[in-house]
Antibody, heavy 118, light 107 residues
Framework: EVQLVESGGGLVQPGGSLRLSCAAS????????MSWVRQAPGKGLEWVAN????????NYVGSVEGRFTISRDNAKNSLHLQMNSLRADDTAIYYC???????????WGQGTLVTVSS | DIQMTQSPSSLAAYVGDRVTITCRAS??????LSWYQQIPGKAPKLLIY???ILQSGVPSRFSGSRSGTDFTLTISSLQPEDFAIYYC?????????FGGGTKVEIK
């Protein structure tokens, strides 16, 4: 069974940093592209970033480019999101997701809440 | 960025009704279109990928179709467990943008 378990969320002040992690199990992690998707309270889904299976390509939504960095450790079956210069509008539940071979997000974690507030 | 315009933003329907939700892409995205269902408080769940292929385990009352840059999710006979928010997403170009969502409520 595919499992994605996020951790690392919490309360952080504006301008601060946070590192999210996602532990993957139940599949060959190194064979799949992965991504982060977020959802602000009471709002819709927003795609944040993705990373190639071998880690050699990353893509970001414009609002986080230069502030967030997605990375992965295929030896440890883990995905990460380093978030710097956090702003109030980064407040959201962050989901770790897996792409299937048809470029759809077929597995989602339970999410981790990031709150940016003073 | 590719804009995904979803309509309606909400609808109310009876159990047993046929429900149709539409998503329009701002440019050609071929069939790189997925549909997700989100029950409030839960993570989204993939329903349809490649515009019309049903994800394993998803009931056959769900279907998807494409006409150019217009995409449709149809629920043939709405069931109580289908009351949720539905999102489309394009994965043709990054950023892989989502539609604004359609909330399906009980009438």
């Amino acid at each position: 069974e595919v499992q994605l378990v996020e951790s690392g969320g919490g309360l952080v002040q504006p301008g601060g940093s946070l590192r999210l992690s996602c532990a993957a199990s139940g599949f060959t992690f190194s064979n799949f592209w992965m991504s982060w998707v977020r959802q602000a309270p009471g709002k819709g889904l927003e795609w944040v970033a993705n990373i190639r299976d071998n880690g050699n390509e990353e893509n970001y939504v414009g609002s986080v480019e230069g502030r967030f960095t997605i990375s992965r450790d295929n030896a440890k079956n883990s995905l990460h999101l380093q978030m710097n210069s956090l702003r109030a509008d980064d407040t959201a539940i962050y989901y770790c997701t897996r792409y299937n071979y048809h470029d759809s997000l077929d597995s989602w974690g339970q999410g981790t809440l990031v709150t940016v507030s003073s | 960025d590719i804009q995904m315009t979803q309509s309606p933003s909400s609808l109310a329907a009876y159990v047993g009704d046929r429900v149709t939700i539409t998503c329009r892409a701002s440019q050609v995205i071929s069939s790189f279109l997925s549909w997700y269902q989100q029950i409030p408080g839960k993570a989204p769940k993939l329903l349809i990928y490649a515009a019309s292929i049903l994800q394993s385990g998803v009931p056959s009352r769900f279907s998807g179709s494409r006409s150019g840059t217009d995409f449709t999710l149809t629920i043939s006979s709405l069931q109580p467990e289908d009351f949720a928010i539905y999102y489309c997403q394009q994965t043709y170009n990054t950023p892989h943008t989502f539609g604004g969502g359609t909330k399906v409520e009980i009438k």
